[in-house]
């Protein structure tokens, strides 16, 4: 074709495309799905990257700046070393009566003022006082969103110290790692990834209509196996990741129990009996409000009154109570394991908790399965209350969480052999 001056040659020009790298000896239908799932997960650490990056006021600054150097001293050997010492010498002395002696409170204070005198002496240039006076105020503004720098276990420590039942867990821990290992040693995440999905577990349940029905965003957040991320993990005992769907945090969790499935949903997931919750220091009491237990199915509707720790407390908007329905049913996906819901509940409506008009909503499917001779792995899947940031459910899950069960399962035995 000629004209102005220009000449192009029309015939045509065969072209062959290179391979995309990465995508070699897919077909095109394949490769274009691979991309579309690395783009979302691309997309998924964009956002997380973004999360991260908080511009502190001075005032924020100031309060980090100290709760790292607070944390060297809590990190320290040496402090480290004076709080075992003192738990070494008095955890023979704490047992799992529900009565708490004279002198367990005692001992609680002598231990909160050598802590509280060790850390004055050994961090000088920070005023403990006032920095544990403003937490509950830093708690609630950029942090409540974004993690403070990795400060969170030291929050964690500095909340907690003066609270009676942590440190009553603290010993009963410490003792019950003399005198057993509860928690049997594996890859937990290969398990986790090993399991049936929720969906598939759910599939089978005897479950009602006004159940089923509110569990279809969890659901539909198993069906995308993708954008998962490490959140806690503490090997061979506990694994915790979270993802991002629209508007949820979705987490799932997965933990190791050296008991068989029936056992450990008599031990740590029967709440609609008393014993269960007197095990765990964030429950101050259960109410059943109805029961509608039939065949393998045990369905309650439970008031739940909390008390949760220290960094949990110091967010303005944690609940004392809560209602939830709950259910498990027997031999579910297969004999022997369990698979069951919990969903919060509003009990005036006999229904599920609108999750668009409150904030403390949260669902969950549990599933209990034996996976070796006597130990059990428990996977849960969750859309959690949006207002716990991440990296306080990271502080929970791992200062916390382990020495729970233990302290549950040991307690369990305990009061079975009674």
């Known amino acids: 074709v000629h004209g102005a001056g220009f000449c192009?040659?029309?015939?045509?020009?065969?072209?062959?495309?290179?391979?995309?790298?990465?995508?070699?000896?897919?077909?095109?239908?394949?490769?274009?799905?691979?991309?579309?799932?690395?783009?979302?997960?691309?997309?998924?650490?964009?956002?997380?990257?973004?999360?991260?990056?908080?511009?502190?006021?001075?005032?924020?600054?100031?309060?980090?700046?100290?709760?790292?150097?607070?944390?060297?001293?809590?990190?320290?050997?040496?402090?480290?070393?004076?709080?075992?010492?003192?738990?070494?010498?008095?955890?023979?002395k704490f047992d799992f009566e529900d009565e708490n002696k004279l002198e367990y409170t005692a001992l609680h204070e002598a231990y909160v003022e050598l802590m509280e005198g060790t850390l004055v002496a050994m961090a000088k240039d920070v005023d403990v006082e006032a920095l544990v006076a403003n937490l509950p105020e830093f708690m609630n503004g950029q942090a409540l969103h974004a993690d403070p720098e990795s400060t969170g276990a030291v929050i964690d420590f500095l909340l907690s110290l003066t609270e009676f039942a942590t440190f009553k867990s603290l010993m009963l821990a410490a003792r019950v790692d003399a005198e057993s290992n509860l928690g049997p040693s594996g890859s937990l995440g290969a398990l986790v990834a090993d399991e049936q999905g929720a969906t598939a577990a759910v599939q089978g349940l005897d479950l009602p209509a006004e159940l089923r029905g509110p569990l279809a965003p969890l659901l539909d957040v198993e069906a995308d196996p993708g954008g998962w991320r490490t959140l806690t993990e503490l090997k061979g005992e506990f694994l915790m990741e979270v993802r991002r769907s629209g508007k949820d945090r979705v987490v799932r969790m997965g933990m190791q129990v050296a008991m068989p499935p029936e056992e450990v949903y008599r031990a740590l997931f029967d709440l609609s009996d008393p014993r269960v919750a007197k095990r765990f220091d964030h429950f101050t009491g259960v109410a059943v409000l109805h029961e509608r237990h039939h065949?393998?199915?045990?369905?309650?509707?439970?008031?739940?009154?909390?008390?949760?720790?220290?960094?949990?407390?110091?967010?303005?908007?944690?609940?004392?109570?809560?209602?939830?329905?709950?259910?498990?049913?027997?031999?579910?996906?297969?004999?022997?394991?369990?698979?069951?819901?919990?969903?919060?509940?509003?009990?005036?409506?006999?229904?599920?908790?609108?999750?668009a008009k409150s904030k403390t909503a949260m669902m969950r499917i549990t599933t209990l399965r034996e996976t070796s001779p006597g130990v059990t792995t428990c996977t849960f899947l969750e859309i959690q209350p949006p207002f716990i940031p991440d990296w306080v459910m990271s502080v929970m899950a791992t200062n916390s969480m382990s020495r729970q069960i233990k302290n549950a399962v040991a307690s369990y035995k305990k009061d079975k052999a009674v």
């Open 8 to 92: 192009w040659n029309t015939r045509p020009v065969r072209r062959t495309a290179a391979p995309l790298h990465g995508y070699e000896g897919m077909g095109i239908e394949d490769a274009i799905a691979q991309a579309e799932r690395d783009a979302h997960a691309a997309g998924l650490a964009a956002q997380h990257a973004q999360d991260q990056y908080v511009q502190w006021t001075t005032g924020e600054r100031q309060v980090i700046d100290s709760l790292k150097r607070i944390g060297r001293v809590v990190n320290s050997v040496e402090f480290a070393a004076i709080s075992r010492a003192f738990v070494d010498e008095h955890k023979d």
């Open 295 to 355: 065949g393998k199915v045990m369905d309650s509707v439970l008031r739940l009154h909390l008390r949760m720790p220290g960094i949990v407390r110091a967010l303005k908007m944690m609940p004392d109570t809560m209602i939830v329905r709950a259910t498990m049913e027997a031999d579910q996906p297969e004999p022997g394991s369990y698979t069951g819901v919990l969903l919060s509940w509003d009990a005036d409506k006999d229904c599920a908790l609108d999750r």
